[in-house]
């Protein structure tokens, strides 16, 4: 009977433990069945080609200051040319993650972050948008859930909000069938038995953390501070709302708006720790025809007409009513 009734419970035991891990991945699909609906999402989007965005940049709550023109290749490619209303022209080159940068033709050493991986939001198929979320640090093996502004979102790339598991239920045998365990007491010592006090401390140490063996596992290959590169994408329509850079910077992009044909956000900010927001409008956005050779550094450093550059900010795409132009981004960092 008391073999019957251990079997029993180990039963019972196993079927809420299937029951908690079927509940717990209904909530979070499978992370390859998420990359292939994204991609889907950018196909559909008419995002899977050259694309070129015409936008006013606004810094912080100051008066808009500039007209930029943004080509973004899914591939990985993407430059920016920022023109001031007051003459000076800033470029932008992205090559996968490196980042170049020139004001006035002559090269910056430390390029600022006005161009982001916006080409994220443009693989068409699973391989590569795993591939360019790779090329940034994502591990696209994670996904979660959170809370994203007032919508919820999967959060890729985070196994700290991956869907928890509860262990297994340990089997159940008669007591008369369990062996002596020699090792069961390790801490255990033999009389006239030294203690080697360095091994015993290094012992106590787990990835560098001292008495942390219950994070053994995916959690201990995160930084100190505890940043890390995430993408976060709507469960509603499956679009970009968020890209998080290891650096601390993150972009948050807006509600999505139509140009004929494509789909693109109304506007995006860049968030960069200790520094005002960069606010990009998005006033028109077509498809574009750009070969790798536009890309280049010839480009980069190439003198620019100031001329170009007096024109008066150009006027706002329709944003659909339904939609706020900015909502309140209110992700958890």
């Keep these: 009977?008391?073999?019957?009734?251990?079997?029993?419970?180990?039963?019972?035991?196993?079927?809420?433990?299937?029951?908690?891990?079927?509940?717990?991945?209904?909530?979070?699909?499978?992370?390859?069945?998420?990359?292939?609906?994204?991609?889907?999402?950018?196909?559909?989007?008419?995002?899977?080609?050259?694309?070129?965005?015409?936008?006013?940049?606004?810094?912080?709550?100051?008066?808009?200051?500039?007209?930029?023109?943004?080509?973004?290749?899914?591939?990985?490619?993407?430059?920016?040319?920022?023109?001031?209303?007051?003459?000076?022209?800033?470029?932008?080159?992205?090559?996968?993650?490196?980042?170049?940068?020139?004001?006035?033709?002559?090269?910056?050493?430390?390029?600022?972050?006005?161009?982001?991986?916006?080409?994220?939001l443009q693989p068409s198929s699973e391989a590569t948008l795993r591939v360019a979320l790779e090329s940034f640090g994502i591990e696209s093996q994670w996904i979660g859930l959170a809370p994203c502004g007032e919508q919820d979102c999967f959060v890729i790339g985070d196994p700290r909000l991956a869907a928890p598991f509860p262990p297994p239920p340990p089997l159940a045998t008669d007591d008369d069938d369990v062996l002596e365990d020699p090792l069961e007491a390790p801490g255990t010592v033999?009389?006239?038995?030294?203690?080697?006090?360095?091994?015993?401390e290094d012992a106590s140490l787990v990835g560098g953390f001292a008495g942390s063996l219950e994070l053994i596992g995916p959690i201990l290959s995160l930084p100190e501070d505890g940043r890390i590169a995430r993408l976060w994408v709507d469960t509603k329509e499956l679009q970009v709302r968020r890209i998080d850079r290891r650096s601390g910077l993150f972009v948050v992009f807006g509600p999505m708006i139509s140009f004929d044909k494509l789909k693109v956000p109304a506007w995006f900010e860049i968030h960069e720790p200790e520094a005002p927001i960069v606010r990009f409008d998005v006033d028109r956005a077509v498809a574009v025809n750009a070969p790798p050779q536009a890309f280049s550094q010839k480009w980069l450093l190439s003198p620019s007409d100031p001329a170009d550059s007096m024109a008066p900010p150009a006027p706002r795409a329709p944003i659909d009513p339904n939609h706020p132009t900015r909502p309140n981004p209110e992700f958890p960092r």
């Design 1 to 120: 009977m008391k073999s019957l009734s251990k079997s029993v419970t180990g039963a019972i035991g196993l079927v809420i433990f299937l029951v908690l891990a079927a509940t717990a991945s209904a909530f979070i699909p499978q992370a390859d069945r998420t990359m292939k609906e994204i991609a889907k999402v950018n196909r559909v989007s008419g995002r899977s080609k050259a694309i070129q965005l015409e936008l006013t940049m606004q810094v912080g709550d100051a008066a808009p200051l500039a007209s930029a023109l943004l080509i973004s290749h899914p591939s990985g490619l993407a430059r920016l040319e920022i023109r001031g209303y007051h003459g000076r022209v800033d470029r932008y080159l992205l090559t996968g993650a490196d980042l170049l940068g020139a004001k006035d033709g002559r090269r910056m050493a430390r390029p600022q972050p006005m161009l982001q991986p916006f080409f994220l």
């Design 190 to 200: 033999e009389a006239g038995e030294t203690i080697d006090e360095t091994a015993a």
